[in-house]
């Protein structure tokens, strides 16, 4: 299977946009890993862009 990751990038740098709700993005950093209540089991897919990303969340007005 053919598997592909869009991203903007340069020589030291690749970025790619991901959204999560507070109670699972706000404990990684601290833990250096997701953790509770983040699943593995749950699929989920890295955005193709920032602005993609704010229109599909309404533009930080989506609940959650």
């Known amino acids: 299977m053919l598997r592909q990751v869009r991203a903007g990038f340069d020589r030291d740098?690749?970025?790619v946009y991901q959204a999560?709700?507070?109670a699972i993005?706000?404990?990684a950093p601290a833990a250096g890993r997701f953790v509770a209540p983040f699943s593995f089991t749950r699929m989920t897919?890295?955005?193709p862009s920032r602005r993609w990303l704010a229109h599909r969340g309404?533009?930080?007005r989506k609940p959650g």
């Open 58 to 60: 309404d533009w930080a």
């Open 20 to 22: 999560y709700p507070a």
């Open 25 to 27: 993005a706000d404990p």
């Open 13 to 15: 740098t690749i970025r």
């Open 45 to 47: 897919w890295i955005k």
